[in-house]
Structures are given as C-alpha cells and as structure tokens.
C-alpha cells in the first residue's frame, strides 16, 4: 500500500464523509471476517446477542504496537465491559472473579497461538455491612476506605500445536486500580493508577484497570447509516464512557519466533466457567469492527466461541461483505466488484512485504511486524497514508481504525480512491506518553458545578449557609440563605400539590366504585 495524499477530498460533500464513515465501520468489520472460534474479536461493544447480555466477559479492542518509549518492548492493550458509565455505582466496574482473560500470541503464522498470557483475578470486600464502594477518600491502592478491591495473577503458557508445553507464573496477587468514582473519593486517581504499574518476572511490566475507553468512532452508523440522509455524523459515541483495561509490556524477544520472523498475531479472548466448572470461550477480539460489521448475525455467537485456525468457515463474511452494498442502496457510491480478495489479503494475512508471516495461514489476527521502529509522528491514518508503524499492522491508539477500514472496504487497494470517514479523527482525551498509555478513566463527578458556584463556595458551604437564620451568614450576605430558604418552601408547596392530587386520585377513584 502506497502512501496516499489525505489533503484534499477524494469526493466532495458531507455525504461522502459521512458514507466513509459508515463504510469505514462496516470495512474494518469486513477485511478482518474470518475470525477464530473461540474468541471474541474486533472493537466489539455488543456486538453479538449472547456476548451483549454478560459484558464483565465482551471484550471491546485490543491494540498492539511497538512502544515508541521502550522500542526493545511490544505493548499489548485488550479492554473489557463496554459503555461503563462512570457515575453507575454503588456497584462499579470489576473484572469477573469466574473467567480467564486471555492473550494469544501467534509467532509462525500458522493461526495457532504458541503463547498465551492468562489474567485471572479475585474480588475482597473489607465490609460487607455496607453498601460503599469506598467509605472514605482513596489515597493508595491498599487504603482501609477502599471497601472492594481486586488482585490478579498473571500466567504465561506456552504452547504447541495447542497443546500445552509448560506454564508458569509472571505475576502473583497484583492489585487493580479501581473504578474512579468521583474528585472526592479519588482525589488524586494518577496517583493510583501509578501504584497498580508492577513488574512481571522475566521482563517486562502489566496493569489492570479502569481507563477512559480509547476508540474514537461515531457509532450512530446503525441508524440506518447515519439516519439515511447522513444527518448523523462527527460525534465520538464512546467519549465520556469507560472500559476495564488490561495492559501488557514485554520485551519483544520474547514473543517472537526469531529475529529473523518478527510478525507476530495477537488476539484477546475470555472464557467463562460453567455451571460444571469448566471454562468455555464467549468472546473473542483481534482486529476492530470485525464481529460488529462483518460477520451477520447468525454467525456472530458462533465467531466468539470459535478460534483463528477455524476462520475459513466465516471467509464469505470477508470476500462478499455486505457494508459496501448498502453505502452502495442508499448512497449511491458504487461498491467494488467482488470476490474482495484484497480484504482478505490485508486483514486476514497480513501486508505482503510489511507484516505478512512466511507460510501464513489466512486467520483473524491483529498482525504486527515487531521490526518497525515507532514513528516520531504518527499518522492517524498509519500505513494508507504512508506510517509503516500504524494499523493495519498493529494498532495504536491514536490510529484512526474507522476511516482506514473504511476506505480500504470501498476499495483503496483496488483503484477506488476515496477520502471516507466518520468526521471523529481522535480521541477526547490525550493518551499517555509511558506505559500503560490508555487516558485516566472520566470520573464519576465529572459534571459541572452548580450554577453560580465557585471555586471554594460549593454546594457543602450554601447549605450549611442555608441552615442559618437569616442575616447570621458567615458571609455576612442573607441572599444565598434567602434564595434556598424560598427554594425549600417551593419544595414544600410541590410536596403538599403531590399530595394533594393523591388525595384527589383516590377519591376519583372511590366514586368510580
């Protein structure tokens, strides 16, 4: 893929920018189709009707990249429980003690993972007499006002032809940095986001827990793409929401088959215990949008449950995608002739010449050539617009997934040029500089103060004014006491109007008898 000038625009017209984003959605589902069974693949915020309904076990993306500060490294990011809501207490957002968070490394290409770092973690509550998530502010990771925390092992196993060869643990009883539930009960939350960064023996470094979800897409393409009239575009339908993260750095020997084949296949999977206490996979994630966009819904569950080396059966999904044909219905923006062996050539081999294995065997996996350095400026657009080091080999954080997929779905690779996007060209939050590079998660007292409160005057401070007779302020000023005294009485005409009408109800409904 040759560098290709993003300046101008390809096709004039929100409507070709809005049908670029639709289409980079449904693109970036579509090259990465064949995915494995066993395993929950591609930017999957309910993506599939079984996953939908448990999301402690949905994978949401994974990322991998070579880390621009550590380049010996490779960085992996996968995410979990999509659409966190960062006010949704009192039960906030835990990693499930019953499931086994899975990271699968393919070094030969064959579509078999020859290693696998396995997550498992267990929840504590100090107090069950409570209802708190924290019954005071949260100043470390081991503070008595945590109410619940979470630790977690790390265990690398090593595998051949799916067997396994030998397992052992990288990291024991480590804890996670909790949900932020607000300023108050976190007043300094980088702090503990800090204290959760450990060590992994052999090398290396992990982190787990909650971060601001870092895609950046405007998801509203399901309203029959973008409401049919591309009135619907250009708002980041993730912005404000969080996921749980689970971050991995290691040196990248040591997930490499040689120095000689640096291309590497990376996916996340969970599996969940049965009623019987065995573990069954119900999710699965490598490349972004795949599950979500490509495959239909018949195929969606049985995609999650399966693994990469099994992908051949969803390979229709990928040459016959059905994104293009509606852009094509309601947009009129002719789709490129099928079969699209280009998609399957990018997103389910690999780049020739970039970061396609010898001997590949077609599978969905997020491949990353490990020999190329980091970009000193990265392009949002990564190898379309010339950055070798971004998607889609690997994928960064700040790669524009979206537009790419996008404009490669309605045929970049096979003489269409297009310029289609989503008009969402990066994240809300500035990512991190150093490991684990995911944004702080927004806090669940994000919202604005009061109206006409400042800095120091907050909401604490007017009531306790409030509760002052009149002209006894400290402030020495009645009007703030004045204003909620009559904001109270207001309150009390509404209870007794409630009232009131009860009152009125219920001897309607007596002479109704």
Same mark, same amino acid.
């Given at each position: 893929?040759?560098?290709?000038?993003?300046?101008?625009a390809?096709?004039?017209?929100?409507?070709?920018?809005i049908?670029?984003?639709?289409?980079?959605?449904g693109?970036?589902a579509?090259?990465?189709t064949?995915?494995?069974?066993?395993?929950?693949?591609?930017?999957?915020?309910?993506?599939?009707?079984?996953?939908?309904?448990t999301p402690?076990?949905d994978n949401?993306?994974?990322?991998?990249?070579v880390?621009?500060?550590r380049p010996?490294t490779t960085?992996?990011?996968a995410?979990?429980?999509?659409?966190?809501?960062?006010a949704?207490? #009192?039960?906030f957002?835990?990693?499930?003690?019953?499931?086994?968070?899975d990271?699968?490394?393919?070094?030969?290409?064959?579509a078999?993972?020859?290693?696998?770092?396995?997550?498992?973690?267990?929840?504590?509550?100090k107090n069950?007499?409570?209802?708190l998530y924290?019954?005071?502010?949260v100043?470390?990771?081991?503070?008595?006002?945590?109410?619940?925390t979470?630790?977690?092992d790390?265990?690398? *196993?090593?595998?051949r032809?799916?067997?396994?060869?030998s397992?052992?643990k990288?990291?024991?009883?480590?804890?996670?940095?909790?949900s932020?539930?607000?300023e108050?009960?976190?007043?300094d939350?980088?702090?503990l986001?800090?204290?959760?960064?450990k060590?992994?023996?052999?090398?290396?470094?992990?982190?787990?827990?909650?971060?601001?979800?870092?895609?950046?897409l405007d998801?509203?393409?399901?309203?029959?793409?973008?409401?049919?009239?591309?009135?619907?575009?250009?708002?980041?339908?993730?912005?404000?929401?969080?996921?749980?993260?689970?971050?991995?750095q290691?040196?990248?020997e040591m997930?490499?088959?040689s120095?000689?084949q640096p291309?590497?296949?990376?996916?996340?999977t969970t599996?969940?215990?049965?009623?019987?206490g065995?573990?069954?996979?119900?999710?699965?994630?490598?490349?972004?949008l795949?599950?979500?966009v490509?495959n239909?819904?018949?195929?969606?569950d049985?995609?999650?449950?399966?693994s990469p080396?099994n992908?051949?059966?969803?390979?229709?999904?990928?040459?016959?995608?059905e994104?293009?044909?509606l852009?094509?219905? *309601?947009?009129? *923006?002719?789709?490129?002739?099928?079969p699209?062996?280009?998609?399957?050539?990018v997103?389910?081999?690999?780049?020739?010449?970039?970061n396609q294995?010898?001997?590949?065997?077609?599978?969905?996996?997020l491949?990353?050539?490990t020999?190329v350095?980091?970009?000193?400026? #990265?392009?949002?657009?990564?190898?379309?617009d010339?950055?070798?080091?971004g998607?889609p080999?690997?994928?960064?954080?700040?790669?524009?997934?979206?537009?790419?997929?996008?404009?490669?779905?309605?045929?970049?690779?096979?003489?269409?040029?297009n310029?289609l996007?989503?008009?969402v060209?990066?994240?809300?939050?500035?990512?991190g500089?150093s490991?684990p590079?995911?944004a702080? %998660?927004?806090a669940g007292?994000?919202?604005?103060?009061?109206k006409?409160?400042?800095?120091?005057?907050?909401?604490?401070?007017?009531?306790?004014?409030a509760?002052? %007779?009149?002209?006894t302020s400290?402030s020495?000023?009645?009007?703030?006491?004045?204003l *909620?005294?009559a904001?109270?009485?207001?309150?009390?005409?509404?209870?007794?109007?409630?009232?009131?009408?009860?009152?009125?109800w219920?001897?309607?409904?007596?002479?109704l008898?």
């Open positions: 893929m040759s560098p290709i000038s993003r300046n101008g390809g096709r004039s017209g929100v409507a070709t920018l049908c670029g984003a639709l289409a980079a959605g693109l970036a579509a090259g990465v064949a995915l494995e069974p066993e395993a929950a693949t591609a930017s999957s915020h309910r993506e599939a009707p079984l996953i939908s309904g402690q076990y949401t993306d994974v990322y991998a990249f880390s621009p500060d010996d960085t992996i990011v995410n979990w429980i999509p659409f966190e809501e960062p949704g207490g #009192p039960n957002y835990t990693f499930a003690d019953d499931a086994q968070y990271l699968h490394i393919d070094n030969n290409g064959d078999q993972g020859e290693l696998l770092f396995r997550y498992t973690f267990q929840t504590h509550t069950g007499k409570t209802f924290n019954t005071g502010p100043t470390s990771l081991d503070d008595p006002d945590l109410n619940v979470q630790t977690y790390v265990e690398l *196993i090593k595998l032809d799916q067997k396994v060869v397992k052992h990288v990291a024991e009883d480590v804890p996670v940095a909790p932020h539930v607000g108050a009960s976190m007043p939350y980088g702090n986001r800090d204290q959760a960064v060590p992994l023996q052999g090398g290396g470094q992990t982190f787990a827990g909650q971060a601001d979800d870092p895609f950046f998801l509203r393409v399901f309203d029959l793409l973008y409401g049919g009239d591309l009135s619907e575009v250009g708002r980041d339908t993730l912005k404000g929401y969080n996921v749980n993260s689970l971050a991995l290691v040196p990248t997930i490499t088959e120095s000689g291309v590497v296949g990376i996916w996340s599996q969940r215990k049965n009623a019987q065995v573990y069954k996979q119900v999710s699965r994630l490598g490349n972004p795949v599950n979500e490509v239909p819904m018949e195929d969606k049985t995609f999650n449950a399966d080396w992908d051949a059966q969803f390979l229709d999904n990928v040459t016959k995608p994104l293009p044909k852009l094509e219905s *309601i947009y009129k *923006i002719k789709a490129p002739k099928e699209r062996n280009d998609l399957v050539d997103f389910l081999k690999g780049v020739e010449g970039l294995p010898p001997n590949v065997r077609p599978a969905e996996e491949r990353l050539n020999s350095k980091p970009a000193a400026d #990265p392009k949002r657009l990564g190898v379309l010339g950055d070798n080091a998607f080999n690997g994928r960064r954080l700040t790669d524009d997934v979206l537009d790419a997929s996008l404009q490669v779905v309605e045929g970049e690779l096979v003489g269409s040029k310029d996007g989503d008009a060209d990066a994240n809300d939050k500035e990512f500089t490991f590079y995911v702080e %998660p927004t007292s994000r919202g604005p103060r009061a006409g409160v400042e800095d120091d005057n907050d909401v604490r401070n007017q009531l306790g004014e509760l002052e %007779p009149t002209g400290s020495g000023d009645s009007d703030d006491t004045t *909620i005294a904001s109270a009485a207001a309150g009390a005409v509404g209870v007794a109007l409630v009232g009131a009408g009860l009152l009125w219920r001897r309607t409904r007596s002479g008898r």
